[in-house]
């Protein structure tokens, strides 16, 4: 196998590793708040629809704003749900996924007057080279050669991630929600804004990381293009054991997993298989590292729990 | 102390309580969802009532079109049985998708390679294979929670995936066709493999033609399924320990309940019934496994288990309601100008509605009760 | 008075820091707080005793702002005020710490103090660790305040949570049964540092039911009795007994007629049981007819030991013997049928199932026994729910209708339920965990004398608690568990000194004290 196919799997690896890094953050500061997010996958739907359309009208930049604005506003809905009205977090993760795939068809007609997809070839971004990296030999180099600026937007979201979650009185507060909402508003510490802040983080990210999905990956929306990637971003938060560095680990793993299909069809044993098997791998491989490694993890205190007690 | 309890005001019976809370409930949530659909088609400049007398319309004015209704309503209810036994438990099966895909592969199977058989023997296998198939697809992740502790809301959402190249695969390789080159899809199934129209049996074809309405035997059979449902929860010692699990895992496993292993009974009978979700369309409709099948039943069917309070009760209403939304899209489409996807929006909005309604509802009677009993209790 | 009081007036000697006048608190079906006037003085231990459900938690929780009164009015230096939140509370100088921590395990030391009152956008953990620890020096306490709470011990634990109140500047320390979970060794150091702190000019409020330590402790004692004030005196005029009748309104007895034990060979043994981390070798053993009591203080293995007992969990190694049959790691099915019964410490989480009627819970544990089901798995309902109404009536629970969640019922109807369930088949061996928690005075003499029967049915009783006046009473023989080892074995005629080594640490401290 030639070593620039690996380096052509690894840059669409990265790619991917974006958009399940992005909505695992996002889950991340939803769920250390207490609020179980399975709708992740609904509010990329969401950040689909609303970046192609946003991308089409003013450009990518626009694109992945209004992305994300949708897929914030979206994602109040969950927080009004779960927090305010205390309905089962799952219960409603899942209502908002199906719920998320009406809503993109109807916003999809609206825009784009077809139901299930926009026109192809939205106008993307400008891609960047690494300079040293992409010019390892071999074909390495490949992998960090046309690489989208959100790629790096999404590595350099870690620091700024563990400052607030660690550093600041925002994410003690947020994180005690998460572990022991008694105790924290035993403090007078509010619970309910935190929760919202959470999960429109959440939102936001996982609408931000559909836009980057439609823009630079696909070039259009069209139903069904999120594939799961809402789901496994949540895998790889498990997998992570819920901390920003290691769900980035998590999201390396199964953004790579998600190219070999794309990518590394021609590998040896890979290529042995028919392609409707290729295509199992990344679902596969996600199977395999959660059952192998979720008894190691253990996730907020918290988490699923609705908060019974009064705000302060 | 005896005589104080004597005096007090009697109080109803739980299921009373309940079942009046739920309606209520379901009122709301109805009247809430009809009034953002009012709003949104009046934005479009249409009328609301009658858009809403238009869907009512297309399905009851002829008994053909009731009976469409009941035959969209049909994989519902099975979908809506899988999710809310799976539920009961605690658990959610979110994987129905996969499992019924998995299992029209299977029937078809059977159907295709036990083909001379006749048909009272060949309908029951054939049954029996898509039942097994969905089960089987369904042990993974059933097997995974309980050995692994593995979610399985991401499990089965993984099997999803995998369902779907899997029955791909199948479906161009070894169940292809070969007489028809350019569809994807399998043979033809036997004649004696196929359910029966319901009309047909019954004779009324010429008021319900079968070449347009595919109303079969597994509706009334999915009725029965719901009762026999009903019965396993709440009559058996399974159904008690799946509700004991399903409430409070703790002390149920101090009553010698194994956890784990009502967890994988309960998935492995979801996973049974999401596999007779898809055998309406090949063996009432198509009468082969195509590439485009019907996909979305397994969505579909949880939110008809919420609708229907994931009771036995509940669920074939909520079907029929799906039902009837689905056959109103086709009248909206012809009669007016709306995208159809309104009223995609408006079950989404029903749905977040019941379940805020069924929370708030569920809540206040707590209190309520809880009231009630403090002045009557010691 | 137009200047607003700040917390630096002191109060003069004679007015009280806090007035409770007429103070009501309903809830659904009770009256919690009756008409309740209470002072508190600057730099006193005011004791607060009552039997379980007096009101003596409302009373103080509506004084930290968690619940609105009903009635009456709350003075803080002579100034009315309205109390509707913890931090309101705290800014007024009044703090609390309740018996079930409110601790976030997962968080240090420092982080849970500062948690609330952060002071500022960021968060400096090096500078909040630094004034923690010297604030608590200044108070005579030492702590790590980098330290993870889940490392603690309890009583470390407990003073993580007077320095949250410390650390909020108050004057008054609301403890809530606060010894319930220390040794007597703990508790000795508890009780210096509430010294040390009312000498520093704090008051201190010590919610208890413990007499002998209310009566060591505190400067002046109010005694609550459903909800209203029967009495208020000092240590130097009163008596535990005359405490006692107050409390409760009639004579306790607190001795009940316990019959000699004539106690044949072991019905339970248990030889080498080991679990990882948490039982370290433990050996037991009960006759019919007998009833031991594990005596110590809660997480010292006693839940881990009743689980492995009746089945939940596999011991790794060890044995157990019921009536000579080794039943070593079997399950909870296997160990009922052969006369096991277990009556759990949590209700809600191990008893009933609370969201199912009584008539299904009464039959949980025997759901699988033929005399309740029909053929093909069905259940028998008809005779269930005849068990159930023979159940109710006979241990006096107090429910509307056997078709009524379990749910409905108060926690001692609850309990005696889960009782009667357990005892129905005649078991051989009773394992009763922390039976009488939270209970009055009327269901736990019901639930002693149930467990008594026992004995004299010639049962064997393995009774676990943390109450060592449920271990006397009741207790033919007593061992003490401490950190999963058994560290000692008494008889009930030893004084509670003597338990008390072996609740901390057994033969060996006791070769050291001598």
């Known amino acids: 196998m030639p070593l620039i196919d690996l380096g ?305 | 102390m005896a005589t104080e309890a004597a005096t007090q005001p009697r109080i109803r019976p739980e299921w009373i309580d309940f079942l009046v809370a739920q309606l209520i409930a379901l009122a709301g949530a109805f009247a809430f969802a009809a009034l953002i659909g009012a709003v949104i088609v009046i934005a479009y400049g249409e009328d609301p009532l009658f858009v809403y007398r238009t869907v009512w319309a297309f399905g009851t004015s002829r008994p053909q079109d009731f009976a469409i209704v009941l035959e969209n309503a049909t994989p519902l209810i099975y979908s809506g049985l899988a999710v809310a036994v799976a539920f009961k438990a605690g658990l959610f099966n979110i994987g129905v998708e996969g499992q019924y895909i998995v299992g029209m592969a299977a029937a078809a199977a059977a159907a295709l390679t036990l083909s001379g058989l006749p048909t009272v023997l060949l309908l029951p296998l054939v049954i029996v294979a898509a039942m097994t198939g969905a089960m089987l697809w369904a042990a993974v992740p059933a097997v995974l929670k309980v050995k692994t502790g593995a979610h399985e809301v991401v499990t089965t959402i993984m099997m999803n995936g995998i369902a779907v190249s899997l029955v791909a695969w199948l479906i161009l390789h070894p169940l292809r066709s070969d007489v028809t080159t350019t569809d994807l899809r399998t043979e033809d199934f036997p004649a004696s493999a196929l359910v029966p129209n319901l009309a047909t049996s019954l004779g009324i074809e010429d008021v319900i033609p079968d070449s347009i309405v595919h109303l079969t035997w597994l509706f009334p059979i999915a009725l029965v399924v719901c009762v026999t449902v009903w019965f396993m929860m709440f009559r058996t010692r399974l159904g008690y320990e799946v509700r004991a699990v399903g409430s409070s895992p703790g002390s149920a496993e101090a009553g010698g309940v194994s956890i784990g292993g009502t967890q994988i009974k309960i998935f492995l009978i979801s996973g049974a019934l999401a596999g007779l979700v898809g055998l309406n369309h090949i063996l009432g409709d198509t009468g082969y ?47 007016t100008e709306l995208p159809i996807e309104i009223l995609i929006i408006l079950q989404g909005i029903l749905i977040l509605s019941v379940v805020v309604a069924y929370e708030l509802v569920s809540r206040a009677l707590a209190r309520r009760r809880q009231a009630q009993l403090g002045q009557a209790a010691s | ?140 306490f030492k702590v790590d305040a980098r330290r993870r709470i889940d490392d603690l011990s309890v009583g470390e634990q407990q003073r993580v949570e007077i320095l949250k109140a410390l650390f909020r500047g108050v004057d008054v320390l609301i403890l809530d049964e606060p010894t319930a979970v220390l040794t007597p060794a703990e508790t000795k150091d508890l009780f210096a540092n509430l010294r040390a702190l009312k000498d520093n000019g704090k008051t201190i409020v010590f919610i208890s039911h413990k007499l002998d330590e209310v009566l060591a402790i505190a400067d002046r004692i109010t005694v609550l009795r459903r909800g209203k004030v029967v009495g208020e005196t ?40 080991n679990l990882a981390g948490k039982l370290h070798d433990i050996d037991l053993r009960v006759g019919a007819g007998e009833i031991l009591g594990v005596a110590g203080v809660e997480g010292n293995g006693q839940g881990e030991l009743a689980e492995v007992l009746i089945g939940l969990r ?105 009782l009667a369930r357990e005892l129905e088949d005649d078991p051989r061996l009773l394992i009763a965990q922390q039976p009488t928690r939270g209970l009055d005075v009327g269901a736990i003499e019901f639930v002693w004398k149930q467990i008594l029967e026992q004995k004299e049915a010639g049962r064997a009783v393995l009774l676990i608690s943390a109450e060592l006046d449920e271990i006397y009473e009741l207790s033919d023989r007593i061992v003490t568990i401490y950190e999963g080892r058994i560290t000692g074995e008494y008889s009930p005629q030893d004084p509670p000194e003597k338990l008390g080594i072996g609740m901390t640490g057994g033969r060996q401290a006791e070769r050291e004290a001598s």
Request: proline content about 5%; aromatic content about 6%.
């Open chain 1, 8 to 312: 052509a799997a690894i840059a669409l690896g990265l790619r991917y590793f974006t958009i399940i890094y992005l909505t695992g953050l996002g889950g991340l500061f939803s769920e250390r708040s207490g609020i179980v997010n399975i709708g992740l996958e609904g509010m990329m739907v969401v950040g689909t629809v609303m970046g192609a359309w946003g991308t089409i009208a003013y450009g990518p930049v626009a694109g992945l704003v209004t992305g994300a604005a949708a897929g914030l506003l979206f994602s109040l809905v969950h927080a009004l749900a779960t927090v305010t009205f205390k309905v089962d977090h799952i219960v409603s993760g899942v209502v908002i996924n199906v719920v998320a795939i009406g809503l993109a068809r109807f916003l999809s007609q609206l825009f784009f007057g077809q139901a299930t997809q926009s026109d192809p070839g939205i106008p993307d971004f400008a891609t960047i080279n690494i300079p040293l990296l992409s010019s390892l030999p071999l074909g390495l180099g490949q992998a960090f050669k046309g690489m989208s600026p959100v790629v790096l937007v999404a590595f350099l979201m870690t620091m700024p991630a563990l400052f607030v979650l660690n550093r600041t009185r925002f994410g003690l507060r947020l994180r005690s929600a998460g572990e022991n909402p008694e105790a924290a508003s035993s403090l007078g510490v509010r619970i309910w804004p935190l929760r919202y802040a959470g999960v429109a983080i959440s939102g936001a990210l996982a609408g931000l990381a559909g836009a980057f999905l439609a823009i630079e990956i696909n070039g259009l929306f069209r139903e069904g293009q999120t594939q799961g990637l809402g789901f496994i971003a949540l895998a790889a938060l498990i997998l992570g054991n819920w901390q920003p560095l290691r769900l980035m680990a998590g999201a390396l793993l199964f953004g790579i997993a998600q190219a070999i299909p794309l990518r590394l069809q021609d590998a040896p044993v890979i290529s042995l298989l028919p392609e409707e098997f290729i295509r199992m791998i990344p679902y596969v491989i996600t199977i395999i590292a959660i059952a192998g490694f979720v008894g190691r993890v253990q996730p907020p205190a918290a988490a699923g729990r609705a908060y019974e007690g009064a705000a302060t």
């Open chain 2, 289 to 335: 496994l195509g590439s485009n099948y019907e996909t979305g039943l397994g969505f579909s069917g949880i939110a008809v288990a919420f609708l229907g309070r994931n009771h036995p009760a509940g669920i074939p209403l909520a079907a029929i309601l799906f039902g009837m939304l689905l056959r109103g899209q086709d009248g909206l489409a012809i009669l």
């Open chain 3, 1 to 140: 008075m137009a200047e607003p009081m700040t917390k630096d007036d002191a109060g003069r000697s004679g007015a009280p820091l806090i007035a409770l006048h007429q103070v009501t608190k309903r809830f659904p079906g009770v009256v919690a707080n009756d008409a309740v006037d209470l002072t508190l003085q600057k730099g006193e231990i005011h004791a607060l005793i009552g039997e379980n459900g007096a009101g003596k938690s409302t009373l103080m929780r509506v004084l930290y702002g968690l619940y609105p009164p009903d009635g009456g009015h709350i003075e803080v230096r002579g100034k009315e005020v309205k109390i509707n939140s913890p931090r309101a509370a705290l800014a007024l100088g009044v703090g609390m710490v309740h018996q079930h921590f409110v601790l976030v395990d997962r968080f240090t030391v420092a982080e849970n103090i500062i948690l609330g009152a952060e002071g500022g956008p960021l968060v400096d953990l090096d500078r909040a660790v630094k004034r923690i620890e010297e604030q608590a020096e200044g108070y005579g």
């Open chain 3, 234 to 273: 000092t240590p130097q005029k009163t008596s535990k007994e005359k405490l006692a009748e107050m409390m409760v309104g009639r004579e306790v007895l607190f001795r009940l007629e316990k019959p000699a034990v004539d106690a044949g060979p072991p019905l339970l043994q248990v030889e080498g049981l």
């Open chain 3, 314 to 418: 596999p011991p790794d190694s060890g044995r157990i013997t019921l009536d000579g049959k080794d039943i070593t790691g079997r399950s909870v099915r296997q160990n009922r049928r052969l006369g096991c019964a277990f009556v759990p410490e949590d209700r809600h989480e191990r008893g009933l199932v609370l969201s199912m009627t009584l008539w299904e819970n009464s039959v949980l544990g025997q759901q699988s026994r033929p005399q309740y089901l029909g053929g093909w798995g069905v259940l028998a309902i008809k005779r269930i729910k005849e068990l159930a109404t023979r159940l109710i009536k006979e241990f006096d629970v107090r429910a509307r209708s056997i078709g009524n969640e379990a749910s409905t019922l108060s926690g001692g109807n609850q309990q005696k339920l889960i």
